[in-house]
């Protein structure tokens, strides 16, 4: 039985305008999720993309900062680097720097990977974290309200990279993956948790994502070589928030700068 994806893109015309989109976004998601049942669960991924709208969100001059019902939010986050949680390359340091010093959340409301410990402790330790905080019975997979993934250069997304072993883990909630070409570990989601969730976008930008952007999304499916095509939503949408030189060759937007994929699989 063939899926179906229907992917929708929002192309914006620089990185100040695209953070301002994901910002917006952040919230208008959060205020679904906690119209529907009281709470919003965010998982969120590091990189100098999601960091503006992180800035954006915890500015008290801007607009989002009050508008996000930070009492009813639980912050996840989709992976980490095995490094201490102040160190110079810590997806929670940038987040804490951006986001997290100006935010009114506490301690109980931030989940966050623990990269200092050993990579397969650390993995073990977020999926019982991930079992508790949504009650998970048995082989129950948890459903965030929002995933927010990035996009790397080589397709890899989250930090499942091509040609890793954590491409193939669907019965984990959380792995640790050793990538060779960086000789480092990672901790990360497993894709059968990321596509559960009920919405799930990218954020990109910049002109070196454009060929490996348009490659995933109009490519015959190679997961290992372009993990990020293992990005596909139960819900059956797939959302992209994007920059004008990341999207420049996807086929062109609308006038209100939307546009529309359709993938089968």
Request: glycine content about 6%; proline content about 6%; some cysteine.
């Amino acid at each position: 039985m063939s899926r179906k994806l229907r992917i929708i893109y929002y192309v914006e015309p620089d990185a100040g305008a695209l953070a301002r989109r994901a910002a917006q976004y952040f919230v208008e998601m959060a205020d679904e999720a906690v119209d529907r049942r009281g709470r919003a669960r965010i998982a969120i991924s590091g990189g100098s993309t999601p960091k503006a709208a992180f800035e954006l969100l915890g500015d008290p001059g801007q607009p989002w900062r009050g508008r996000m019902q930070w009492d009813k939010l639980d912050l996840f986050w989709v992976d980490e680097r095995c490094v201490p949680p102040d160190g110079q390359e810590s997806n929670y340091r940038m987040t804490r720097e951006a986001l997290l010093d100006r935010a009114p959340l506490r301690p109980e409301q931030i989940h966050r990977m623990e990269g200092e410990l050993d990579p397969e402790e650390a993995a073990s330790r977020y999926e019982s974290e991930l079992r508790n905080s949504f009650r998970l019975e048995g082989a129950e997979l948890p459903r965030f309200d929002l995933i927010a993934l990035g996009m790397g250069p080589d397709g890899h997304t989250a930090s499942l990279f091509p040609h890793t072993e954590a491409l193939h883990e669907m019965n984990r909630l959380v792995t640790a993956n050793h990538v060779a070409n960086k000789d480092t570990w990672r901790i990360t989601l497993t894709w059968p948790v990321i596509n559960r969730a009920s919405s799930v976008f990218f954020l990109v930008s910049g002109a070196d994502k454009a060929q490996i952007l348009n490659e995933v999304m109009a490519a015959p499916l190679d997961v290992e070589r372009l993990p990020s095509q293992l990005i596909w939503p139960a819900s059956g949408i797939l959302t992209l928030i994007l920059d004008k030189s990341a999207a420049a060759m996807l086929p062109a937007t609308d006038e209100e700068g939307c546009g529309f994929l359709e993938r089968e699989g």
